[in-house]
Structures are given as structure tokens and as C-alpha cells.
């Protein structure tokens, strides 16, 4: 299976904002976020779907988007943090974290074509990192 650009940004081939890793998760802000504080948390190890993760696999990324949901919360004093898993935009198992006030925040559909904002995006990654 050739590498996602998730598995390319687990190794560092493509930069990131990263907040959290450990042996087998790794979480980062999203470049084109929904709202402040967008979070990836991905597995490791490269599967299409977070349902064809082997169950280990699969409890050890919902735990580590437990702690990250909890994280965005707190450190950003948000009222709410959602959660979306959509499967058809990369082939590699990713939950989006998402912290929001309102349903027209979570809804909002963010401009893929916008330059990211690397300097805000590095200062919300240093404030959220673990």
C-alpha cells in the first residue's frame, strides 16, 4: 500500500502542528481547520477505515481522542467538542476533533484552497500539546 500523507506526515516527510504521539497514535492540528483547535488523531499504522482497525488498534485511538477531545476543551474553554469520522477523503483511519459554540460552527465547511495559517496554526499547536 503506497503511504497516505497522513502516514507521510507521521514520519515527518510532511510538516505538521503536532500536539500529541505516543507508540501507536499520533494527533495534529488540521491546515484547513472547521474551527480553532481542529485536531487530526490518527493510528500509526495505515488502514483504510477506522472500522478495519484491529480492535487493540481501534481502543487505543478512541482513548487518544478522549484525551485530545478533553485538551481542546480545556485549554481553549470551548463549550462543546464534536467529533467526525468521515473515511472517504484519505485512505489512512482519522478522527477529526472539532471544538465549537454552535452547530453552524461544527457544520461550517472551511475553504480547502486557502493558504494555511502556519504561524497561527504553530501558536494553537504549542498552547495544545501535551
Known sequence: MQDSILTK?????VPSHKIYEDAPKFAFLDIHP???????????????????????????????CKLV????????????????????DVPHAHVHIIPFSTMEEFRHAPDMQAEPDHEALAGIAKTLAF
Open 9 to 13: 506526515i507521521i514520519k515527518g516527510d
Open 34 to 64: 472547521v474551527t480553532t483547535g481542529h485536531v487530526l488523531v490518527v493510528p500509526k499504522r495505515q488502514e483504510p477505515f477506522v472500522w478495519d482497525l484491529p480492535e487493540a488498534d481501534y481502543q487505543a485511538l478512541m482513548h487518544a
Open 69 to 88: 477531545a478533553q485538551r481542546v476543551r480545556e485549554v481553549l474553554h470551548v463549550p462543546f467538542v464534536g467529533t467526525q469520522i468521515v473515511g472517504i
